[in-house]
T-cell receptor, first 114, second 111 residues
């Protein structure tokens, strides 16, 4: 079955630690995205990538880093510089690289900082 | 003004009721519009795209008013299973290739 796989689903981190969230897709989509969702709020864009080896900052990129070395993979690193990292992280992809098309989401990763 | 604005609700309605949600967006150059549904602690899923002429999918009707910069979602004959948060989504930034999400409107359908 085609889709997006995020791992881990739940993650606990101590303050000061970096953590990497995995996102893999087998939909052959060029565009991939990372969003963050806080309780009772909508999704906010962290980073996005239209093509391999290229990515752009979204609205809340500070304290995060990404890479896009393969079309299928778009991992997100939450660094110790991110002041309030506890949140629900959603990875998405789209066949439309213009950013105007339907998004397909993974099941999300829930990060808690202890 | 928020880029994409929705009434957070919650909307509490009885089964069988008709309910409507509105969403306003502040960039008149926006071209693509969607409604997504998100269940509690789950990922969002596309409910329907919104076309200029309006479109319908079963009990759901979406409309776009470009002059007033809002989109709407009408749900007829509400079911218990319609209880969820409904997210308004717009390609807000013409210079950025990504979609912008509203904060969502929560719907609770009661027996």
């Amino acid at each position: 079955d085609g889709g997006i796989t995020q791992s881990p689903k739940y993650l606990f981190r101590k303050e000061g630690q970096n953590v990497t969230l995995s996102c893999e897709q087998n939909l052959n989509h060029d565009a991939m995205y990372w969003y963050r969702q806080d309780p009772g709020q909508g999704l906010r864009l962290i980073y996005y990538s239209q093509i391999v080896n290229d990515f752009q900052k979204g609205d809340i990129a500070e304290g995060y880093s990404v890479s896009r070395e393969k079309k299928e993979s778009f991992p997100l690193t939450v660094t110790s510089a991110q002041k309030n990292p506890t949140a629900f992280y959603l990875c998405a992809s789209s066949i439309d690289p213009t950013g105007a098309g339907e998004l397909f989401f993974g099941e999300g990763s829930r990060l808690t900082v202890l | 003004r928020k880029e994409v604005e929705q009434d957070p609700g919650p909307f509490n309605v009885p089964e069988g009721a008709t309910v409507a949600f509105n969403c306003t967006y502040s960039n008149s150059a926006s071209q693509s519009f969607f409604w997504y549904r998100q269940d509690c602690r789950k990922e969002p899923k596309l409910l329907m795209s919104v076309y200029s002429s309006g479109n319908e999918d079963g009990r759901f009707t979406a409309q776009l008013n470009r002059a007033s910069q809002y989109i709407s979602l009408l749900i007829r004959d509400s079911k218990l299973s319609d209880s969820a948060t409904y997210l308004c989504v717009v390609n807000y930034h013409t210079g950025r290739r990504a979609l912008t999400f509203g904060s969502g409107t929560r719907l609770q359908v009661q027996p």
